[in-house]
């Protein structure tokens, strides 16, 4: 994938994606992204790049009735998936198909800003981070993550995609994780103008069930979707079984546990 191009998904990806890679990838991670910013009642807050919404709707419960939300991303697809799921007891959610490079939000009018996962993909880093502060209040506070690796799953993943696929595929399918190393984010950070920058290593234990199923579930929600649709059955049930080989040493029973590391950024506006 160019670094420049987008991820978008069709609208049966979407779907995908909630049910397997927020349910499974990226919903364990959420509640820690909105420790960092330490979400507090009647506050208002913005999520960056929310996908089907899971950070958002955390969000809103933190916040509480008498705080505001916003979830926005540029890919209908997701937004699409986000209004259709229960909103939260708390605050309110307004969903947006909007660019991280132009918001298109007021200055100033957002006590939070919250991005889970989602800088990697902006073509402007700096661009994307000149506008989070620019909506934020003095005093706000900003928590964004991107992973801090491949990963063990996505390497093995990888790997399979390019002994049957192709290696462009299993390109497109990392893509998500080539994110800016601890040092680009502190820089990003400082030069869009925040203060008190820190990155931090923060690691838990993932669990995904069974690989040879949940690969090609997961697959499909990737935009990398209608190649691997095109297989013959034969080779996705191959992709499916060499993930799942390549990570028998971490198998729990029912899948595998596995550890995984994202780079967490917190910053405030002085």
């Known amino acids: 994938m160019n670094k420049h191009e987008q991820w978008h998904l069709t609208a049966e990806a979407a779907e995908l994606y909630e049910r397997y890679v ?26 960056v790049a929310c996908g089907t919404g899971l950070v958002a709707r955390m969000a809103a419960q933190r916040a509480g009735p008498s705080g505001r939300v916003v979830g926005l991303d540029l890919n209908p697809g997701m937004i699409a998936v986000a209004q259709s799921l229960p909103a939260p007891a708390g605050a309110p959610i307004e969903w947006l198909v909007r660019s991280a490079l132009d918001l298109r939000l007021e200055d100033a009018s957002f006590d939070v800003v919250l991005c889970q996962q989602g800088l990697q993909f902006f073509p402007d880093k700096a661009q994307a981070l000149r506008e989070m502060r620019r909506v934020l209040v003095h005093s706000g506070r900003l928590a964004l993550s991107v992973w801090n690796n491949v990963g063990l799953y996505n390497t093995a993943v990888a790997e399979a995609l390019v002994r049957f696929v ?32 820190a990155v931090r290593v923060e690691r838990i234990d993932v669990h995904l069930p069974s690989l040879d199923q949940f690969t090609l579930h997961h697959l499909a929600a990737t935009p990398i979707a209608p190649v691997v649709a095109a297989a013959a059955a034969e080779t996705r049930k191959k992709i499916g079984a060499s993930v799942a080989k390549q990570l ?18 917190t910053a405030q506006v002085r």
């Open 248 to 265: 028998q040493s971490y198998a729990d029973g029912d899948g595998v546990t596995y550890p995984e590391e994202t780079h967490v950024l």
């Open 22 to 47: 927020v349910r499974y990838i990226l919903g364990p991670w959420a509640p820690l992204l909105v420790d960092a910013a330490r979400v507090t009642a009647g506050e208002r807050v913005l999520d």
């Open 166 to 197: 192709g290696e462009e595929s299993a390109v497109r399918f990392c893509a998500s994780r080539q994110a800016p190393a601890r040092e680009e984010l502190e820089r990003l950070a400082k030069e869009a103008g925040f203060s008190e920058v």
